[in-house]
């Protein structure tokens, strides 16, 4: 899960980091009474889940609550990539000397948590890979050892951070991000920039805070700030009817048994030359409520033209699904065109008893190849 901006700096405020002090608001009045409280000038943020908002004109200054007002009515409603925004952070303006880049994320390939910190912060991290590696330092923690004071040093130094006071700051700062994450079961926390202000104050002035979604049961504060008006409302829909859904951008709904199976329904439908787009895990099982929902989640995208049911019979038999398939189309009423492959345990029977009592816009093929085909075709 996702967090906004203002809510990675609430956790952050709750593990120590600093931060600066603000509001959220909804409308251009609230920003200027917010603007009002905060006093002096203030910085209005787009709260989106993307990032590079500066770029697109998320984010600006003003420093007075008319200003403030002005501005937020600037942004709200204004689309950055794809989310709109609906929702403002009102923060106490900072000055900045310097923007650094502090992040710690999950390596699964190491499968260890990884620091990742540059003093050429404020810009994209991707940018700073590929033009200049060696600033930024790379650091893997141990999960069993836990964080230790000389790994905080190690970045420090590395990156060549020569003030003594920012080195103690930022010590101080890659200790307690370690403890945000562990804390709040984390996949990610990115602060970009870190900045140091003139008076030679470093505090988080952006924050990307990814919670781990099988972690979230034991923090329902954390899952209490999911924004479920701006979510996708097939996700949210899928999410409701336990389906694992995911939004792609084709035109052949995908539902497979498993997630091995799924992914290579994906790839096939692509190498038969169409485009996915969604696509659907069953998991193990093939019961006809199963695949009611995942049916209905399916179809409620309206890129969908034709959809491609991919089982492979295993411990879950394959007349059982086709028995599945049939209730379902019984409980609902499905018109797209669909192609089931079945193949596995009992694959004929299975497939036979589709045959016989399938519904015109229902196809049964045997291979995948032959079914994708099938199903792009039917998308065109
Ligand atoms: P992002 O573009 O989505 O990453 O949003 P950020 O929160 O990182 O802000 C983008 C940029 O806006 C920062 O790198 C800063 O240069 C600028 N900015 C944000 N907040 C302030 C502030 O309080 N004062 C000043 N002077 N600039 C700010
Ligand atoms: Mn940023």
């Not at 809510?7 to 608001?25: C, E, H, M, N, T």
Request: hydrophobic fraction near 45%; proline fraction near 5%.
């Amino acid at each position: 899960m996702d967090l906004y901006e203002y809510q990675g700096k609430q956790l952050f405020a709750k593990a120590g980091i600093p931060v600066s002090d603000g509001r959220v608001a909804k409308t251009p009045a609230e920003a200027r009474a917010a603007a009002g409280e905060l006093g002096g000038p203030v910085v209005v943020k787009a709260q989106v889940l993307t990032g590079g908002r500066g770029k697109a004109g998320g984010i600006k200054l003003a420093s007075t609550p008319d200003e403030a007002e002005a501005r937020a009515d600037d942004i709200l409603g204004l689309d950055i990539k794809g989310h709109v925004v609906r929702t403002l952070w009102i923060e106490k303006a900072s000055d900045i000397a310097k923007e650094y880049y502090l992040s710690l994320t999950f390596d699964r390939g190491a499968r260890k948590p990884l620091y990742m910190f540059t003093t050429q912060g404020g810009v994209d991290i991707e940018e700073v890979a590929a033009n200049d590696p060696d600033a930024l330092v790379r650091l893997h923690v141990d999960p069993l050892e836990g964080f230790h004071p000389w790994q905080a040093r190690r970045l420090v130094y590395g990156a060549g951070v020569s003030d003594p006071s920012e080195q103690k700051q930022i010590a101080a700062i890659v200790g307690k991000l370690y403890d945000a994450f562990t804390r709040f079961d984390a996949m990610l926390c990115e602060v970009n920039p870190l900045i140091v202000t003139p008076d030679g104050e470093v505090k988080a002035l952006d924050s990307k805070f990814t919670v781990d979604d099988s972690a979230l049961f034991r923090h329902p504060d954390i899952a209490a700030m999911r924004d479920t008006a701006a979510a996708d409302p097939i996700e949210a829909f899928a999410r409701e009817k336990d389906v694992t859904y995911v939004k792609l951008d084709g035109e052949v709904g995908v539902l497979g048994n498993g997630a091995g199976l799924t992914m290579s329904t994906v790839d096939v439908v692509t190498f038969a030359g169409g485009r996915p787009a969604n696509f659907c895990d069953l998991g193990g099982g093939g019961s006809a409520q199963g695949v009611v929902d995942a049916l209905e989640v399916i179809t409620r995208d309206p890129q969908v033209k034709a959809i491609f049911f991919n089982i492979f019979g295993g411990i879950t038999r394959c007349d059982e699904v086709a028995k599945g398939v049939l209730q379902a189309l019984d409980q609902m009423k499905l018109e797209l065109p669909i192609v089931v492959r079945l193949d596995g345990t009992n694959a004929e029977e299975g497939r036979r008893i589709l045959a016989e009592a399938a519904p015109p816009n229902l196809h049964v093929s045997p291979t995948m190849l032959d079914a994708a085909g099938k199903a792009v075709e039917l998308a065109r």
